[in-house]
């Protein structure tokens, strides 16, 4: 079993979300937040899960306020301000740190596998994506910059496989 | 001069005329240039402008060939004469052609050409050369070199009017700083990181001269940061061009990978160098609050931040965010830090003797640091991260968490840290940094208040007598030219604590060394307050037990110099009976000696008003100590005051006050 499916993150309740539960799906995670100029990607990545979801497509919003101090509500008012303002219907997690020694496991797991531009590890900014196979391997990683509209046919290719 | 419709039409008839010759191209809109700004119009300059932009635009492959030269000319146009400062940037028609003109360059020019001449003028840019190429008047210059800078007075509003230099240089920076990061990403190349180092090289450059003198620093840390994180690298976008092909083409692929990999090895490191070495260059001249924030935490009090310094914080925290997101293992790079402060001063001796053996072997701790400074420079080659860069993020890691990068902090590594950062100023400005001393006191703070005092002074004892004497002088040294008063307040206290935790020998001999010879008269008043205190307040008992971290805070308290009157202890703190200072013949003979020497000074019509201050504080020393005194000493003292201060009248107040804490101290001594 991939590494990827012990990963246990908790939800915006504090419950645990167990990825094993991801088992044989499509996974695009990224690290969201309320207040950035990429915050409009929620429309684009609400509409691939609403297209995907049937065959297989699961997106996960992370929140994390470490980006300009972006994400600065509770785990309660960053579920409000999804399904008001975008109809986000996808889950969207508890809020963790994705750099630095506090760093959620996710997100240790994640950029161990797959480094950003010039190697980097570190997440540069919200909004990044990482796409993850059926088998749980991590296959891409995406800058803030490409939208998740750009990002369908990477998805459809992995969910045809 | 010519008519501006004569003028743009030469314009014009260039752009045809000397299409294959871009040198006759440039010279020719250097000599309409020149011409237009010693004897033209603001309209006309303002036709002409957008007569070059409708050209460049119209001709971006002519426009290529003289990219390397337009910059230069475009920027004569700012003037003082042609763009009111006060403005709002939006009302100078020619401040928007100039950038019209840039962006068109930026898009159609030679990008290695652009970015050459882009560093170029950006190394050189200042407010000393603006200021001569503005033709400000001498006064000018001495207002922006020497006025009251924003960012080190401790205010909570601009005082400061902007100068004009100031004006322009912000605005060229701006400028520049777009025309490097286009050209750059333009560049096709199979090694970006010749051409990434050269703009970040340019850029340092740009901050090293100009971060003591620019307004607002704060503009120039965010085009630094935005800089850092918009860059990407060439490689995604152009280097399947044409010549890089052709460049490909003479590289087997197995070696073109390991260039690829090599490059985006350097890219990281240079950007990792620029972004910790452009931080603590941009806050060289801003006081850091780390050490007032932990210091008011501990006080359980509120730590009031002015507007600047909130924006302030929040601007660190993208520079700490940035720097986990290019991986700088902070806390690692923090240690090894620590690490080379300490191995720079581990063969000072650890005993050495009075009189010259002892001063000689002090000059050599106070230049230690500052000679290994100068070997790193010579000796290191590699592109490493800037260590004042990771002492800051050591800071901006406690701002932004709440919690030490380092709560295990040694009291000697503290030392050593602050020794290593500070004393290297006292021979060079280069590496005078403000901020980077204000984390080091922040640091002091940390490793004082984290283990019991007896910890703390068997680690102290352990440094070189002449190690600490210098790390106590130079604190107050430091301390002395403190702009911000809160802060100095709050290191006198830091002082104080520090100098209870010393072997009593050392902190007499480093506070009445202070006396003899300290510079400043309010140093010296300083040192007073706290011989005063450690020879009249009685040891904490919690020495001999292990106190814990409240009760250390306790003592903090206890020591606290409150700028606002002294503060009660929450709790009764049981002590010894002996005090941090014992007074004996010998010592009250050399304060004594220190006391008259100052009184004499007063009797001079050169006085100053801190002079008199000392003199009040000597006052009050004796008073306060003197059932413990020697009673022929302090008549001596006040004989002498008398005296001395007879004829004085330059300072009522001050005198009014001198006389009768003498006056008392008469009827003090004759209880006795």
Same mark, same amino acid.
């Given at each position: 079993?991939?590494?990827?499916?012990?990963?246990?993150?908790?939800?915006?309740?504090?419950?645990?979300?167990?990825?094993?539960?991801? @088992?044989?799906?499509?996974?695009?995670?990224?690290?969201?937040?309320?207040?950035?100029?990429?915050?409009?990607?929620?429309?684009?990545?609400?509409?691939?899960?609403?297209?995907?979801?049937?065959?297989?497509?699961?997106?996960?919003?992370?929140?994390?306020?470490?980006?300009?101090?972006?994400?600065?509500?509770?785990?309660?008012?960053?579920?409000?301000?999804?399904?008001?303002?975008?109809?986000?219907?996808?889950?969207?997690?508890?809020?963790?740190?994705?750099?630095?020694?506090?760093?959620?496991?996710?997100?240790?797991?994640?950029?161990?596998?797959?480094?950003?531009?010039?190697?980097?590890?570190?997440?540069?900014?919200?909004?990044?994506?990482?796409?993850?196979?059926?088998?749980?391997?991590?296959?891409?990683? %995406?800058?803030?910059?490409?939208?998740?509209?750009?990002?369908?046919?990477?998805?459809?290719?992995?969910?045809?496989? | 001069?010519?008519?501006?419709?004569?003028?743009?039409?030469?314009?014009?008839?260039?752009?045809?005329?000397?299409?294959?010759?871009?040198?006759?191209?440039?010279?020719?809109?250097?000599?309409?240039?020149?011409?237009?700004?010693?004897?033209?119009?603001?309209?006309?300059?303002?036709?002409?402008?957008?007569?070059?932009?409708?050209?460049?635009?119209?001709?971006?492959?002519?426009?290529?060939?003289?990219?390397?030269?337009?910059?230069?000319?475009?920027?004569?146009?700012?003037?003082?004469?042609?763009?009111?400062?006060?403005?709002?940037?939006?009302?100078?028609?020619?401040?928007?052609?100039?950038?019209?003109?840039?962006?068109?360059?930026?898009?159609?020019?030679?990008?290695?050409?652009?970015?050459?001449?882009?560093?170029?003028?950006?190394?050189?840019?200042?407010?000393?050369?603006?200021?001569?190429?503005?033709?400000?008047?001498?006064?000018?210059?001495?207002?922006?070199?020497?006025?009251?800078?924003?960012?080190?007075?401790?205010?909570?509003?601009?005082?400061?009017?902007?100068?004009?230099?100031?004006?322009?240089?912000?605005?060229?920076?701006?400028?520049?700083?777009?025309?490097?990061?286009?050209?750059?990403?333009?560049?096709?190349?199979?090694?970006?990181?010749?051409?990434?180092?050269?703009?970040?090289?340019?850029?340092?450059?740009?901050?090293?001269?100009?971060?003591?003198?620019? %307004?607002?620093?704060?503009?120039?840390?965010?085009?630094?940061?935005?800089?850092?994180?918009?860059?990407?690298?060439?490689?995604?976008?152009?280097?399947?061009?044409?010549?890089?092909? @052709?460049?490909?083409?003479?590289?087997?692929?197995?070696?073109?990978?390991?260039?690829?990999?090599?490059?985006?090895?350097?890219?990281?490191?240079?950007?990792?160098?620029?972004?910790?070495?452009?931080?603590?260059?941009?806050?060289?001249?801003?006081?850091?609050?780390?050490?007032?924030? %932990?210091?008011?935490?501990?006080?359980?009090?509120?730590?009031?931040?002015?507007?600047?310094?909130?924006?302030?914080?929040?601007?660190?925290?993208?520079?700490?965010?940035?720097?986990?997101?290019?991986?700088?293992?902070?806390?690692?790079?923090?240690?090894?830090?620590?690490?080379?402060?300490?191995?720079?001063?581990?063969?000072?001796?650890?005993?050495?003797?009075?009189?010259?053996?002892?001063?000689?072997?002090?000059?050599?701790?106070?230049?230690?640091?500052?000679?290994?400074?100068?070997?790193?420079?010579?000796?290191?080659?590699?592109?490493?991260?800037?260590?004042?860069?990771?002492?800051?993020?050591?800071?901006?890691?406690?701002?932004?968490?709440?919690?030490?990068?380092?709560?295990?902090?040694?009291?000697?590594?503290?030392?050593?840290?602050?020794?290593?950062?500070?004393?290297?100023?006292?021979?060079?400005?280069?590496?005078?940094?403000?901020?980077?001393?204000?984390?080091?006191?922040?640091?002091?703070?940390?490793?004082?208040?984290?283990?019991?005092?007896?910890?703390?002074?068997?680690?102290?004892?352990?440094?070189?007598?002449?190690?600490?004497?210098?790390?106590?002088?130079?604190?107050?040294?430091?301390?002395?030219?403190?702009?911000?008063?809160?802060?100095?307040?709050?290191?006198?206290?830091?002082?104080?604590?520090?100098?209870?935790?010393?072997?009593?020998?050392?902190?007499?001999?480093?506070?009445?060394?202070?006396?003899?010879?300290?510079?400043?008269?309010?140093?010296?008043?300083?040192?007073?307050?706290?011989?005063?205190?450690?020879?009249?307040?009685?040891?904490?008992?919690?020495?001999?037990?292990?106190?814990?971290?409240?009760?250390?805070?306790?003592?903090?308290?206890?020591?606290?110099?409150?700028?606002?009157?002294?503060?009660?202890?929450?709790?009764?703190?049981?002590?010894?009976?002996?005090?941090?200072?014992?007074?004996?013949?010998?010592?009250?003979?050399?304060?004594?000696?220190?006391?008259?020497?100052?009184? @004499?000074?007063?009797?001079?019509?050169?006085?100053?008003?801190?002079?008199?201050?000392?003199?009040?504080?000597?006052?009050?020393?004796?008073?306060?100590?003197?059932?413990?005194?020697?009673?022929?000493?302090?008549?001596?003292?006040?004989?002498?005051?008398?005296?001395?201060?007879?004829?004085?009248?330059?300072?009522?107040?001050?005198?009014?006050?001198?006389?009768?804490?003498?006056?008392?101290?008469?009827?003090?001594?004759?209880?006795?």
């Amino acid at each position: 079993m991939s590494e990827f499916y012990k990963l246990t993150p908790k939800d915006k309740k504090g419950e645990d979300y167990p990825f094993t539960q991801l @088992e044989g799906k499509v996974v695009l995670i990224v690290n969201v937040a309320s207040k950035c100029g990429f915050t409009p990607q929620y429309k684009e990545l609400e509409s691939l899960y609403k297209k995907y979801q049937d065959k297989g497509l699961v997106i996960l919003g992370f929140p994390c306020n470490q980006f300009g101090h972006q994400e600065p509500g509770t785990d309660e008012q960053i579920g409000q301000f999804c399904q008001l303002n975008y109809g986000v219907t996808f889950p969207i997690l508890k809020k963790i740190n994705v750099n630095g020694n506090d760093m959620d496991p996710v997100y240790e797991f994640l950029k161990s596998k797959k480094s950003g531009l010039l190697g980097f590890k570190g997440i540069k900014w919200n909004f990044e994506k990482f796409l993850i196979d059926r088998k749980g391997e991590v296959v891409q990683r %995406y800058a803030s910059l490409t939208k998740p509209s750009s990002i369908e046919q990477d998805i459809e290719r992995l969910l045809n496989k | 001069m010519e008519s501006i419709d004569s003028l743009i039409s030469d314009l014009i008839n260039a752009f045809d005329e000397y299409e294959d010759d871009p040198i006759s191209l440039a010279a020719s809109i250097e000599m309409h240039s020149d011409q237009l700004n010693s004897d033209g119009k603001t309209s006309d300059k303002e036709k002409f402008l957008e007569a070059l932009l409708k050209e460049i635009k119209s001709h971006p492959q002519i426009a290529a060939k003289i990219s390397w030269d337009l910059p230069k000319e475009i920027f004569k146009f700012f003037t003082v004469t042609d763009i009111d400062i006060n403005q709002r940037l939006g009302y100078s028609v020619i401040i928007s052609l100039v950038m019209k003109c840039f962006n068109e360059i930026s898009l159609s020019g030679n990008p290695k050409d652009c970015l050459l001449t882009g560093c170029e003028i950006l190394s050189g840019l200042s407010l000393e050369n603006e200021n001569l190429s503005l033709g400000m008047t001498q006064d000018s210059n001495k207002k922006t070199s020497t006025g009251p800078q924003y960012a080190q007075v401790d205010t909570k509003k601009y005082y400061m009017e902007r100068t004009p230099a100031d004006f322009f240089v912000t605005i060229k920076m701006h400028i520049l700083f777009e025309l490097i990061g286009t050209t750059l990403k333009r560049i096709n190349t199979i090694y970006p990181s010749k051409y990434l180092r050269l703009a970040t090289s340019s850029m340092l450059q740009f901050v090293r001269v100009n971060s003591e003198g620019l %307004y607002d620093i704060r503009i120039v840390m965010r085009r630094l940061y935005g800089f850092c994180r918009g860059y990407i690298s060439p490689e995604h976008d152009v280097i399947n061009t044409d010549e890089n092909i @052709e460049q490909r083409g003479k590289i087997a692929q197995e070696e073109l990978e390991e260039i690829t990999r090599n490059e985006e090895v350097l890219q990281a490191k240079i950007l990792r160098n620029f972004c910790t070495a452009g931080l603590q260059t941009c806050l060289k001249a801003t006081n850091d609050k780390s050490d007032a924030y %932990y210091y008011h935490k501990l006080l359980q009090t509120e730590c009031q931040l002015s507007a600047f310094y909130k924006d302030l914080v929040e601007i660190n925290s993208r520079f700490y965010n940035l720097a986990l997101s290019f991986d700088i293992d902070t806390k690692e790079e923090f240690l090894h830090v620590l690490e080379e402060s300490s191995s720079i001063y581990k063969g000072v001796p650890k005993v050495v003797g009075k009189g010259q053996n002892g001063d000689i072997i002090k000059q050599v701790v106070h230049k230690l640091s500052y000679s290994y400074e100068l070997q790193k420079i010579t000796k290191e080659k590699g592109l490493y991260v800037d260590p004042f860069g990771i002492v800051l993020l050591s800071a901006f890691h406690y701002m932004e968490t709440g919690n030490h990068l380092y709560p295990e902090i040694h009291v000697q590594d503290a030392i050593y840290l602050y020794l290593r950062c500070v004393t290297p100023s006292f021979y060079s400005d280069f590496y005078t940094n403000l901020s980077v001393e204000g984390v080091a006191r922040y640091w002091l703070w940390v490793s004082i208040t984290r283990s019991p005092s007896i910890t703390l002074k068997e680690e102290i004892s352990e440094l070189p007598e002449a190690l600490l004497s210098v790390f106590l002088e130079t604190l107050l040294l430091k301390n002395c030219t403190q702009n911000s008063e809160e802060t100095r307040m709050i290191t006198f206290t830091l002082l104080t604590r520090l100098s209870c935790l010393v072997p009593e020998e050392i902190a007499f001999e480093f506070l009445s060394e202070s006396l003899a010879s300290c510079p400043y008269p309010h140093g010296k008043s300083c040192a007073l307050g706290i011989l005063k205190d450690l020879m009249s307040k009685n040891q904490i008992h919690a020495d001999k037990a292990d106190d814990s971290l409240s009760q250390v805070t306790e003592q903090v308290m206890n020591l606290s110099i409150s700028v606002s009157g002294n503060r009660t202890p929450k709790n009764k703190t049981i002590t010894d009976e002996r005090p941090y200072i014992r007074i004996t013949d010998e010592r009250m003979t050399i304060v004594h000696r220190m006391a008259m020497a100052d009184v @004499e000074k007063v009797n001079d019509s050169k006085v100053r008003r801190s002079d008199l201050i000392l003199i009040i504080n000597y006052l009050e020393y004796f008073i306060g100590l003197c059932h413990k005194w020697d009673k022929k000493l302090l008549l001596n003292f006040s004989h002498e005051v008398g005296v001395n201060l007879s004829g004085y009248s330059h300072d009522s107040d001050l005198q009014k006050k001198l006389l009768s804490l003498n006056k008392h101290l008469d009827e003090l001594i004759s209880e006795k």
